[in-house]
Each structure stands twice: as C-alpha cells, then as structure tokens.
C-alpha cells in the first residue's frame, strides 16, 4: 500500500511555527532525556506494564529557565486547577479564571500565536478582530462539558491534553504534554517504562522534540501516549487549533512534517471544543 502523502501547506505553516518558537527548550542544555529501553505491549485497561526504564525520563530540566518565561510560568499555574477525575464537576474559582486570562494574554503576545492566528484568518477560520479570537481559543481549550454523562461538567480540552484525566478511576487519558509530565516525575506520580517506536529506525535519542512514552501515573499505566517534547505551551496550542479550526470531523489526522519529523496529528472535537490532540511519530531524518 501506498504511503500516505503529507499535507504541504499545513507543513510549510506549521514549519513557520517551529521556526517562531523561540521559547522552546534546547536538548542537552536546558533538560535532558533519557529515553531507555523500548516498552512492551500492554493491553488497555490492563495496569501491568514491564519496566524498560529504571531512570526517569528526565534527568534534567531548568526549571529557573522554564519559570522565568511568561507562558510556561503561567501554564505550570493551570496544572493544578483541574480535578482529574471525570464525572467529578470541575469548580472554577475566581482566582482560577484570572489564571486561564494571563495564560491567553501571554499566549497571544507571542510570535507563534499571531502567525496562527493570521494564517486563521486568511483561512476564514477566525476573526481578525484579536478580541473574538481570545474568545475563540478560550473556548475551544477552556469552556467546560461533560466528558462522563452521569455528572456535572467535568472536563475540558486543557484538561485533558496538557494536565491529564482518569476515567473510572481504571484508566489514564490525555496528559500529552511535556512540562507535566516531567512535574508529575519528579513529585513521583509518574513512572516512564519506556519508548514506544515502529520498527529499529525509530529509535529516540536524547535530542529528539517528539516521543512516544509508555508510563504509569498514580498507579495506572498509559500503554501509549504521543507527546512533543521540549516545545513551549503556545506551539503546541497554535498547532492543534489550527488542525481543530480546519476540519468540522469528529475525529481529524493530518500527516505533516515539522522539522525532521513525520507526524500525524489527531485531534478529536467535543462540540465547539477539543476533546483531545496529540501527535504520532511516523519516522524522523535524525
């Protein structure tokens, strides 16, 4: 069967992007990897998985560097505004509404942010006008629904992606982001059990913006999670509102090529909202 051929122009848009994120970090400077050893199957709702890693993940990050820029300071101050539970309501506090404002504010003073959000508009996907835009964003990553039906509104897109949420207590979904991750391996919640790749080509090294982990968090395992790594908050936002506001799907995946990697990147919707984005690493040039 014939390989599936990459999008081009969203390509070329989202290499724009890549080359705009001046705030993201730089391997073996400011955090260091160490991906380990390849992990093995585990099947879903199983909680057994075979431990190919003995090491964290990672065994360095700057956090001085990270709390100093703007949007990952006020990103680590989201993180725990969430309960992880679904079916349990989400109780968003005055305080924690002002916290999603600066995120969106500092976000959107970013080179990353106001290229998407051009590229948007040319698209006809969004207003010019930087006011309805805000809302739009807030409302694809923050506006609460009901991801388990018996309860109150329990989730939303910033949850799931960037923080993490179980279901049923039996099983992890989202937590695709990086700068989690590493937070939630240091104070213990997570245990990387290693990489998952296709085939002996795609084999991470230490340098690599794009890992597919295995790993437990509060007891239970995720066999498979895709995640960039390294990149800042607002690259990752601006990537997969662009892939949300181009389809009306359910569920989209777009194959692309950013840097040296060949991804495809899936975002399901919840309405107005994104239920979940992440990305899969197909190969990479390294």
């Known amino acids: 069967m014939a390989a599936r051929a990459h999008n081009q122009e969203l390509s070329e848009v989202l290499n724009q992007l ?9 391997p073996g400077k400011d955090y260091t990897i160490c991906p380990q050893g390849k992990a093995g199957y585990v099947a879903r709702g199983s909680n057994n998985a075979r431990d190919r890693a003995r ?13 100093s820029i703007d949007t990952y300071a006020h990103f680590i101050n989201l993180l725990d505004n969430y309960e992880t539970s679904t079916g349990v ?29 051009q590229y948007l508009v040319r698209e006809g996907r969004s207003s010019s006008d ?34 993490g949420e179980t279901k049923f207590g039996r099983e992890i979904m989202g937590l695709h982001n990086w700068v989690q991750f590493y937070l939630q391996e240091k104070h213990g919640h997570v245990d ?20 597919t982990l295995q790993f437990s968090w509060k007891g239970l395992v995720k066999p498979i999670g895709g995640s960039f ?21 359910k569920m989209t995946s777009v ?3 950013v840097d040296e990697y060949l991804l495809e990147l ?20 390294n």
């Not at 890549?18 to 730089?26: E, Y």
């Not at 309501?89 to 080179?111: K, P, W, Y």
């Not at 059990?193 to 890992?211: F, I, M, Q, S, W």
């Open 130 to 163: 930087p006011m309805r835009f805000r809302g739009q964003i807030h409302d694809i990553w923050f506006r609460l629904y009901h991801r388990d039906r018996s309860g109150r509104e329990d989730s939303c897109g910033f949850e799931h992606v960037f923080v």
């Open 266 to 285: 899936v975002v399901c919707r919840h309405g107005q909202s994104i239920g979940t984005s992440y990305p899969v690493l197909l190969s990479t040039d």
């Open 18 to 26: 890549w080359r705009l994120d001046v705030n993201r970090l730089q």
């Open 255 to 257: 194959q692309v090529k």
């Open 89 to 117: 309501g989400e109780t968003v506090t005055s305080e924690e509404r002002m916290e999603n404002h600066l995120f969106l504010d500092a976000i959107l003073e970013t080179d990353v942010m106001k290229h998407a959000h």
């Open 55 to 67: 090491a964290p993940l990672f065994s360095y990050v700057d956090e001085e560097k990270l709390r």
């Open 229 to 249: 790594i390294g990149v800042s908050p607002e690259f990752e936002v601006a990537v997969f509102t662009i892939v949300f506001l181009m389809s009306t799907e």
């Open 192 to 211: 990387y059990k290693g990489y998952k790749a296709r085939g002996h080509k795609n084999t991470p090294d230490e340098d690599d913006h794009v890992l």
